[in-house]
């Protein structure tokens, strides 16, 4: 395995000044030792993945070299329009070094490494994407010895082509490093909590949107647990980001009724713009689990952990607001949000972590979806 401090020198090695990306947690921790040693100014965590290249961009054009920008695989998709678009050599030509976690690698024997449904293709295009986009790579992996090497030369291979290049990062490649993170959160409640709380002043017949990562998870570990099935819950288990105007579009197709949607702070931050949007949406319920982290993919902070969510929604023009952080006020602004005659957001403040023994759904996304919607079909006909 590389150890993430001796990647870290590799990057000194090969004048790489400038870190960015959005965690993944096959990148988790090389992610943490970048985070641990870089001064803020020489590591970004982005918004988006899309996000990550602007600033790579930015970098080059002020410095002349090359920045480092990690991602999980899914993440290509959200870099294609500004690497096409604005990176490519027969645009402006900005070198950078893209470092992609592959999760569900498929090995050379043509088998796929098993993972969760949302990578399963992801895994299977990832190369495909790069070589489309035109972009040369590497992969590396736990038997690799020669990282120095290689990142000097793919340093030097996207100066030359005055475009990106890539880093391949197959699974384990990294051994572990222990991210010190000093939070003062202790006092509050965990997501997994919050979402039991949310889940039990429901009505009946309220279909429920959850965000992808461990809110998901929590949620079908609470259904299962109280034996109440799973079809009034839609999981978004990829597509970080887009859970707000799923339910807005579910929303807006039945609007006598409410739908709730548990979404996360990372998550928000990536397409913030869409609050503006499930803010006109009356019968929506918007709840934020805001715990100041990317806690599925290892715990990086997020920018969130210092903004008042609940002010920027508001200025959205969600009808009904709320900053909360106890129990009894969880249980307070949920009924009134059930009751209120328009569009409803509720920022929970949580603290980060979850149980060593969570589980994940057992059931495919394509049953999921099927009952899902077989549930709305009862609500609508109501």
């Not at 340093?155 to 890539?166: C, D, H, I, K, T």
């Amino acid at each position: 395995m590389i150890e993430p401090l001796v990647f870290r020198a590799a990057l000194d090695k090969a004048d790489i000044r400038f870190v960015t990306g959005v965690p993944d947690s096959l990148l988790k921790d090389v992610c943490a030792c970048i985070s641990s040693c870089y001064p803020a100014e020489r590591h970004i965590i982005a918004a988006n993945e899309g996000s990550s290249i602007g600033l790579a961009i930015g970098h080059y054009l002020a410095t002349a070299r090359p920045a480092l920008v990690y991602m999980q695989n899914s993440g290509l998709g959200n870099v294609v329009n500004p690497i096409a678009s604005l990176a490519d050599p027969q645009v402006y030509g900005i070198p950078m070094v893209l470092m992609v976690g592959w999760r569900g690698e498929v090995k050379t024997d043509g088998t796929q490494l098993h993972d969760e449904p949302q990578h399963v293709k992801q895994g299977q295009m990832t190369i495909a994407q790069l070589e489309i986009l035109g972009i040369p790579y590497r992969v590396i992996d736990e038997n690799t010895q020669d990282i120095d090497d290689i990142l000097k030369d793919l340093a030097n291979q996207a100066l030359e082509r005055s475009g990106p290049v890539a880093l391949v990062v197959r699974k384990q490649t990294f051994s572990s490093f222990k991210f010190n993170s000093e939070r003062h959160d202790k006092h509050l409640l965990t997501r997994e909590s919050a979402i039991k709380l949310l889940i039990d002043q429901l009505p009946v017949n309220t279909p429920v949107v959850s965000t992808t990562g461990m809110a998901s998870r929590e949620l079908f570990e609470y259904r299962k647990a109280t034996k109440a099935g799973h079809d009034h819950d839609f999981l978004t288990v990829g597509g970080m980001g887009h859970t707000s105007q799923i339910a807005t579009g579910i929303a807006l197709s039945q609007p006598n009724n409410k739908v709730l949607c548990i979404d996360g702070d990372g998550a928000v931050l990536m397409h913030m713009g869409s609050l503006a949007i499930s803010a006109k949406q009356t019968n929506l319920i918007h709840v934020v689990i805001n715990n100041g982290a990317h806690d599925s993919v290892g715990g990086q902070p997020t920018v969130a952990e210092h903004l008042d969510l609940a002010n920027i929604a508001e200025a959205c023009g969600y009808g009904y607001v709320a900053h909360v952080s106890t129990e009894q006020a969880v249980i307070h602004t949920i009924k009134i949000a059930l009751t209120a005659s328009g569009s409803a957001f509720i920022e929970i403040k949580c603290k980060c972590g979850a149980r060593a023994d969570l589980g994940r759904p057992d059931r495919t996304p394509s049953a999921n979806k099927q009952d899902f919607m077989k549930f709305l079909k009862g609500v609508s006909d109501e």
